[in-house]
């Protein structure tokens, strides 16, 4: 069975560093984009960004960009999206999602994970 | 390209049909558009992908059409677990590869 398993909610401070994990099974890794997606209290999705396992390729929306680090470790089947420091407005849900190529739908998606960053 | 959906509810009953939909501010190439549904509390599941094909496991009572800037998801028949929110995504352009602000469909 394809999954993407994320990492559990996280509560943090504002100007606290974070990274948020996506593991996926069921499937070689490697050879499907892996894009994150912010979706923020009452609000739609927004996209965030892709990766490309196999050779870390990976592309911003201009948002996003400067504002968070998306990496994968092909040796653990893990994507993962960062912060080096957090602010009270990346309060959301984030969700991972797997493509089948770069011009195409999610097919798979995480549990999300909460993110709460509060003083 | 920013997405457009309408209405923002839609207040219907099982058995009823439902039509909803998705205008782009510029032409969708390739008809790169896709639909997801959202319930309470969980994730995106992708319902409909390059605007008219239904993912593995959706229901042949969910059909989406459309082309160019004008996108439809069409649920024939409600169900109560079809009683969610709606939205469309486009992936044809340059990134970012938007979503629209979503149709909640409720009884």
């Known amino acids: 069975e394809v999954q993407l398993v994320q990492s559990g909610a996280e509560v943090k401070k504002p100007g606290d560093s974070l990274r948020i994990s996506c593991q996926a099974s069921?499937?070689?890794?490697?050879?499907?984009?892996i894009a994150w997606v912010r979706q923020m209290p009452g609000q739609g999705p927004e996209w965030m960004g892709i990766?490309?396992?196999?050779?870390?390729?990976?592309t911003y929306s201009p948002s996003f960009k400067g504002q968070v680090t998306i990496s994968a470790d092909e040796s653990t089947n893990t994507a993962y999206l960062q912060w080096s420091s957090l602010k009270a407005s990346d309060t959301a849900i984030y969700y991972c999602a797997r493509l089948p190529g770069y011009h195409y739908h999610m097919d798979v998606w995480g549990q999300g994970t909460k993110v709460t960053v509060s003083s | 390209i920013v997405l457009t959906q309408s209405p923002a509810t839609l207040s219907l009953s099982p058995g009823d049909r439902a039509t909803l939909s998705c205008r782009a501010s510029?032409?969708?190439?390739?008809?790169?558009l896709a639909w997801y549904q959202q319930r309470p509390g969980q994730a995106p599941r992708l319902v409909i992908y390059?605007?008219?094909n239904r993912a593995p496991g959706i229901p042949d009572r969910f059909s989406g059409s459309g082309s160019g800037t004008d996108f439809t998801l069409t649920i024939s028949r409600l169900e109560p677990e079809d009683f969610a929110v709606y939205y469309c995504q486009q992936y044809g352009s340059s990134p970012p590869w938007t979503f629209g602000q979503g149709t909640k469909v409720e009884v």
């Open positions: 510029q032409s969708v190439t390739s008809r790169y």
């Open positions: 990766i490309y396992p196999g050779d870390s390729d990976t």
């Open positions: 390059t605007a008219s």
């Open positions: 069921g499937y070689t890794f490697s050879t499907y984009w």
